[in-house]
Structures are given as structure tokens and as C-alpha cells.
């Protein structure tokens, strides 16, 4: 990637991340809800665990589940990575998410190690045994996706006039109910 904005994408160029805001920002665990396609052509989204390379969106699933047997049908697939607070910011991939060698599952265990950790904030459990979690996680084996973007979008209304805009525009909803009450 670079900090060029795609061809054709002129949506509020100031609000885009720049190469290292995205970087920073897919480093903190989130979850990616992955779109895939079934066989009708709808679109059916799946919350997973990834990592980011620099360059493509890393996750796994289980084998045989139904992200993978879709993805193997049809790797035209979409990402979408945001936030949970407010001031909004996300990243949306779109692109082919081929199956890539894991050896061990070592980047599968990785990535679920990234959210099952204690101390992630993901993780929320006080009696998780994340060895015991990990060896039931790959008992049935896994498949490693590599989404590497053919398009690439990214938004950060953070960048929209500062700290006193956003608060502003966090407020915007609870005084309009207030002037019409």
C-alpha cells in the first residue's frame, strides 16, 4: 500500500489513514467480520481473529467449517475492521483470500493467542487455561486465509476537526432530543 488514495475513491480524502495509522491501527486486537459468498451469490459476514503482515489480512477457521469451504468455492472475499468507541475509524479490504501454508498452526495459534491472552483486551475470562484452549482450537485442524486487498478503504473521523469537533458531534444526538423535548 501506499498513501496515494486508489483511483476513482475521492470520499473525504482527509479523513483516510495514512500507511502507519492503518498499521497502528489493525495492531490492536479487533475482530474483522469477513464477508464471503454462498452459492446464491448472498453475502454471509463471520467474525474472526487476524493479523495483519503489512501487506494482507491473516485469519484462520476451522476445517471443514463453512467460511472455508466458501472461500475455497469462491475467494472473492471483504473485510471490514472498526472500532467498538466512538470517534468511528475502520478499515474495509476487498480481494481474493487464498489458503496459505501453516505449518503446526503456528500463525493460527498465534492469532488466537492474540485475542485469548490474559491481559488482551479481548480476553475477559479469569479462569481461561489458554493451553488447554489452544490444544482444542487446532484438534480438528485449521486452514490459514491470507486476504492480500485488491481495494483498500480507510476512515478515521477522529481527523475531523479534533478533539472539540468529535465531542461536539458525540453530543449532537442527545441535545437535538433535548431542543425538541
Not at 495492531?27 to 487476524?50: D, M, N
Amino acid at each position: 500500500m501506499d498513501d496515494e488514495r486508489p483511483a476513482g475513491e475521492v470520499e473525504l480524502p482527509d479523513l483516510w489513514m495514512r500507511d502507519a495509522e492503518m498499521t497502528e491501527f489493525l495492531e490492536h486486537p479487533k475482530f474483522a467480520a469477513i464477508a464471503s459468498l454462498r452459492k446464491t451469490g448472498t453475502p454471509l459476514c463471520v467474525p474472526v481473529g487476524f493479523i495483519w503482515d503489512g501487506t494482507g489480512l491473516m485469519f484462520s477457521t476451522a476445517c471443514g467449517r463453512g467460511l472455508e469451504r466458501r472461500l475455497r468455492r469462491d475467494p472473492r472475499a471483504c473485510a471490514t475492521i472498526y472500532n467498538h468507541s466512538y470517534p468511528v475509524a475502520y478499515v474495509l479490504m476487498e480481494g481474493d483470500a487464498l489458503a496459505v501454508a501453516d505449518p503446526d498452526y503456528e500463525i493460527s495459534l498465534r492469532i488466537m493467542r492474540r485475542y485469548m491472552t490474559p491481559g488482551s483486551p479481548t480476553q475477559t475470562m479469569d479462569d481461561l487455561d489458554v493451553e488447554s484452549f489452544a490444544r482444542n482450537y487446532i484438534s480438528n485442524g485449521r486452514t490459514l486465509f491470507r486476504l492480500e486487498p485488491t481495494r483498500l478503504v480507510s476512515y478515521d473521523s477522529s481527523k475531523r476537526g479534533g478533539a472539540r469537533e468529535v465531542e461536539r458531534l458525540a453530543a449532537y444526538g442527545a441535545s437535538e432530543k433535548l431542543r425538541k423535548g
